[in-house]
């Protein structure tokens, strides 16, 4: 099978396309036809060498649809269309950079869709994060008001689209003027050009501040997105699209501002259960949803996939097809 390889942590170069035998699974596990993939902002990171404990060499990978091929248990018939995401793939074992995935079977959801693998392939962690963020984290409510900081970013269209549907008003940001169009044809309700200092122009449209925050771009933009909140507000911590993730002299008393809350999200750590994953697809299969997929690729193409996710072009998901 082809696979895409790391051998060393750098520059998207470093992924190269090898020849492996297919694996065989092995009790617990079950080898999957990997039909289409997803790019992550976290691969990208893995590749730098910035993700901590991952060994090389590695199949990056932290999601996939695809189908059943084996499963020694026979709980899964061969064809089975599945998606997984997270719990260690590309990290602790090899992911789904590749033509075939070995996964663990705790990781599959399994689904029906006529919905073409370009689409399927975009929905794993870009759904499951929008989604883990909005309900289970800032739990939104229709009425209120909601920042997505990042609003450009596959999982910033998403969430504004969800947002938009369960009766939020929706302010999007972007740092490129040019993507202001998409992010209004997309559901926001304002859209604001991010400029590192947002807590004006918010409180210019709401000067009582706002209900919650998706904060999507990382720490380097926290507080101040913390600052547009009004007192009792509720701002997420999901992203790091600026490649920081951590505080440096953390004194929470100055960083967050009193009565303001603030949570994350992580996939890794939460999943929806199938059902949720299920009925999204069926929002999209109505017309409901309608998912923003920048650019496809194929595997031998993975080297210019992520030159392209490197340079911040992109307004919604790049997809994989194997």
């Known amino acids: 099978m082809k696979a895409v390889v790391i051998h060393r942590p750098g520059s998207p170069a470093v992924l190269q396309v090898e020849e492996r035998p297919i694996p065989l699974p092995s009790e617990g596990q079950v080898l999957v036809r990997v039909k289409a993939f997803g790019l992550n902002r976290s691969e990208l990171m893995t590749r730098k060498g910035l993700s901590p404990g991952v060994q090389f060499p590695r199949i990056l990978g932290i999601e996939c649809v695809g189908e059943v091929v084996d499963d020694p248990s026979d709980q899964y018939a061969k064809g089975q269309q599945v998606m997984a995401l997270m719990g260690g793939m590309g990290r602790d074992f090899d992911g789904s950079y590749a033509e075939f995935t070995l996964l663990p079977k705790h990781l599959l959801r399994p689904f029906q869709s006529t919905l073409p693998f370009e689409v399927l392939g975009a929905i794993p962690e870009m759904f499951q994060t929008a989604y883990g963020s909005l309900y289970p984290a800032l739990g939104i409510q229709p009425g209120e008001t909601l ?33 202001e169009n998409a992010l209004r044809t997309n559901g926001a309700t304002h859209v604001l050009i991010d400029n590192g200092r947002l807590n004006e122009a918010v409180r210019a449209i709401y000067p009582e501040g706002i209900d919650k925050v998706l904060e999507l771009v990382g720490t380097s933009t926290l507080h101040d997105s913390l600052l547009c909140l009004k007192p009792g507000g509720t701002g997420c911590m999901s992203g790091m699209l600026a490649e920081n993730w951590t505080i440096p002299d953390f004194a929470p008393i100055d960083f967050i501002p009193a009565t303001v809350r603030l949570t994350t999200y992580d996939s890794g750590q939460i999943t929806s259960p199938t059902a949720v994953f299920q009925d999204f697809i069926r929002q999209i299969e109505a017309g409901q949803v309608k998912l923003a997929v920048s650019r496809t690729f194929t595997l031998d193409q993975i080297v210019e996939a992520h030159q392209f996710m490197d340079s911040n072009q992109a307004a919604g998901k790049l997809v994989v097809l194997p």
Do not use: D, E, P, Y
């Open 147 to 179: 920042l997505i900081r990042g609003g450009s970013s596959s999982v910033g269209m998403l969430s504004t689209q969800l947002a938009s549907l369960a009766g939020l008003a929706v302010l999007a940001t972007t740092r490129n003027a040019q993507k």
